[in-house]
């Protein structure tokens, strides 16, 4: 049986491109997720793991789906091989259980680990260039303005939590961490 798997990083991205890709390879079961591969624990490829026999095939559009360090790359493809499961990977071809084989898998793991790595690296210098700034706010930013809150707490005086809430969307764990803040500042 040939199986699929699709993953991306985030919440956020999407999965379509890599399953209209295995659909289109004849993958007849396609397993999905987002979650990162930084994780090793991976709810639905444990499950995916679980299903394949000998003689089937797990196909990928990218071995950065599979896995995103050396390590973990060269366990997961060896144990496949070791069953009899055949590994293809849609950018790459299909990795075969040979010396030359497992040099090129083991070269290529190296390489998407090493770029990893550099993008962790990268965002870091650019956290560390942004927090030099004066007007640099660490975490997301705010969903009400100041004005906005200030305006809610306003009401608190004639309306509960809850209608402040209905009338003006500002949840109330907000508006109590609003109010202890400024009863704070007193």
Avoid: W
């Amino acid at each position: 049986m040939k199986y699929g798997y699709a993953r991306v990083s985030t919440a956020v991205q999407e999965l379509e491109v890599q399953l209209v890709t295995l659909e289109a390879e004849g993958c007849e079961r396609i397993f999905r997720e987002k979650y990162t591969g930084a994780k090793t624990n991976r709810p639905e490829f444990t499950e995916l793991l679980a299903h394949l026999e000998k003689g089937d095939t797990l196909v990928a559009t990218k071995l950065d789906r599979l896995a995103r360090n050396t390590e973990e790359g060269i366990k997961v493809i060896r144990e496949l091989f070791e069953k009899g499961i055949k590994v293809h990977i849609l950018n790459l071809g299909l990795l075969e259980d040979t010396p030359t084989g497992r040099f090129f898998l083991q070269t290529l793991l190296a390489v998407a680990e090493l770029e990893r790595s550099m993008i962790i690296e990268r965002m870091a210098e650019g956290k560390a260039i942004a927090m030099l700034r004066d007007d640099y706010v660490a975490g997301r930013p705010p969903k009400f303005s100041k004005k906005q809150i200030d305006h809610a707490l306003a009401m608190l005086n004639d309306h509960s939590y809850t209608m402040v809430e209905e009338m003006t969307g500002i949840s109330k764990s907000t508006l109590v961490r609003a109010a202890r803040k400024a009863r704070a500042a007193e």
